[in-house]
């Protein structure tokens, strides 16, 4: 089971879950994809996590926009138009009856199979391999309000000209490596620099801290453009609430108000703990009122 804002409450359905590789579909246990895969042999792909509220996609547009830019960006052609990858999402979540809440989709795109395993593209065999997940997963209730607990770690969100950031690729590597120095550290996530040791982000969540009324954020420079972590911007911004996209460091976390992570799975989490500091016990009132507002935002969303 995941932790920290990963924690999900377990759902005997997704045992035999339908999952749909290259548009048919299997039963969980038979899904599969070949060893000379892309996404295997390389981590040559991008992906985007979904969440269906209220029966519809949240922010379909957003996570499509930035899944094709990605796949542009990596000079991979997916094969479809988004009007055909949205069928074939709406056509996984009929399949398994998901038509409310509480489901969770990861949608997978590598280059294809390659006919020898090399990382030139054009060993390349076949159209790009699509794979859409969809389970049955809300986070677990005390995601709202529990206090997670942060670690710094020495593992940094690198330069562009070395692997952008911003690109949401299958090579995570540099996140999981972090993930696991913040679980060494018994903490819940990781608090991951930037190379000119200002916060980035965190290795599975972006980060925001609470200074005087104002909410700050990294520059994003050096983390992916998460849905998310605009959308709570926006809608802070149109409260009337200061957010600013800047450099900042850890003193300015230590001494903040409040502290928050945002992702499309478990939306806003207050923060705790940062390096053993305390930046708060219980989830603080700027956090309380953005939560609402982003509930309200999603709302917005499904009855669009």
Not at 114 to 124: A, C, E
Request: glycine share 10%; net charge negative; aromatic share 8%.
């Amino acid at each position: 089971m995941g932790k920290g804002t990963h924690s999900y409450v377990a759902d005997p359905r997704n045992d035999t879950v339908i999952i749909d590789v290259n548009g048919e579909h299997f039963a969980r246990h038979e899904a599969k994809v070949s060893v000379f895969d892309s996404g295997f042999m390389l981590g040559d792909g991008v992906w985007e996590g979904l969440r269906l509220h209220k029966g519809r996609i949240a922010f379909l547009d957003q996570h499509l926009e930035r899944l094709y830019r990605g796949a542009k960006a990596i000079a991979m052609d997916i094969g479809l138009t988004k009007a055909e990858l949205t069928q074939r999402l709406e056509n996984v979540l009929h399949a398994n009856g998901m038509t409310g809440d509480g489901v969770h989709i990861r949608l997978m795109v590598t280059r294809g199979i390659r006919s020898t395993p090399y990382q030139d593209p054009r060993v390349v065999i076949s159209p790009a391999t699509i794979v859409i997940i969809p389970e049955w997963k809300d986070p677990v209730p005390e995601t709202a309000t529990n206090m997670l607990n942060l670690f710094t770690v020495h593992v940094r969100r690198g330069y562009p000209d070395v692997q952008d950031p911003k690109l949401n690729s299958h090579s995570k590597l540099n996140c999981i490596t972090a993930c696991i120095q913040a679980t060494q550290a018994g903490a819940d996530e990781a608090l991951m620099l930037d190379p000119h040791g200002f916060v980035a982000t965190c290795n599975s969540t972006h980060f925001f801290i609470v200074k005087n009324d104002e909410v700050w954020t990294s520059s994003g420079d050096y983390c992916l453009d998460g849905i998310t972590r605009g959308m709570v911007i926006e809608i802070a911004r149109e409260a009337g609430i200061p957010v600013f996209e800047r450099n900042f460091s850890l003193i300015d976390v230590y001494g903040a108000d409040e502290a928050f992570t945002t992702g499309t799975f478990a939306g806003l989490a207050p923060v705790g703990m940062v390096d053993g500091r305390v930046l708060g016990t219980e989830r603080g009132p700027m956090v309380e009122r953005l939560q609402g507002l982003y509930l309200e935002r999603l709302s917005k969303e499904a009855r669009s």
